[in-house]
C-alpha cells in the first residue's frame, strides 16, 4: 500500500513539476517577444536596452519561479509520504480479580 501511495506521489510531483516548466517557458517567450516589441517601438539605444534587461529580468524571475516550485512539489511529496502509524491494544494496564497482593 505505501509503495502504491508513494509512486501516485511520484507521479503527482512530476506532473506538476512539468507544469512549472511549461509556465516557466511561456513566461519566457513571453518576454522575449515583448522585448522585441519593445525594441520596435524604441528609437535611441538606451531604450533598446533597457527593453533587453528587463527581458532577461523576467527570464530570471521565470527561472526561479520554477525553481521554487519544483521544491514546493518535492516538499509536499515528501509530507505525502510520511505516514504516522498508530497502534491500538493493550496500554500496559492489567487488572486481576481474586488473590491478595502485597
Same mark, same amino acid.
Given at each position: 500500500?505505501?509503495?502504491? $501511495?508513494?509512486? &501516485?506521489?511520484?507521479? =503527482? %510531483?512530476?506532473?506538476?513539476?512539468? /507544469?512549472?516548466?511549461? *509556465?516557466?517557458?511561456?513566461?519566457?517567450?513571453?518576454?522575449?517577444?515583448?522585448?522585441?516589441?519593445?525594441?520596435?517601438?524604441?528609437?535611441?539605444?538606451?531604450? $533598446?536596452?533597457? &527593453?533587453?534587461?528587463? =527581458? %532577461?529580468?523576467?527570464?530570471?524571475? /521565470?527561472?526561479?519561479? *520554477?525553481?521554487?516550485?519544483?521544491?514546493?512539489?518535492?516538499?509536499?511529496?515528501?509530507?505525502?509520504?510520511?505516514?504516522?502509524?498508530?497502534?491500538?491494544?493493550?496500554?500496559?494496564?492489567?487488572?486481576?480479580?481474586?488473590?491478595?497482593?502485597?
Amino acid at each position: 500500500m505505501q509503495t502504491g $501511495k508513494n509512486a &501516485a506521489a511520484s507521479v =503527482k %510531483e512530476s506532473a506538476a513539476n512539468m /507544469a512549472a516548466s511549461a *509556465k516557466s517557458g511561456m513566461d519566457k517567450t513571453k518576454a522575449t517577444l515583448q522585448e522585441k516589441g519593445e525594441k520596435m517601438t524604441a528609437h535611441d539605444p538606451m531604450q $533598446k536596452e533597457m &527593453a533587453r534587461e528587463k =527581458k %532577461e529580468e523576467r527570464k530570471h524571475e /521565470a527561472e526561479y519561479e *520554477k525553481q521554487a516550485k519544483h521544491e514546493q512539489n518535492a516538499a509536499q511529496r515528501q509530507a505525502a509520504g510520511t505516514t504516522t502509524h498508530s497502534t491500538t491494544g493493550v496500554t500496559g494496564h492489567h487488572t486481576t480479580t481474586g488473590g491478595t497482593y502485597r
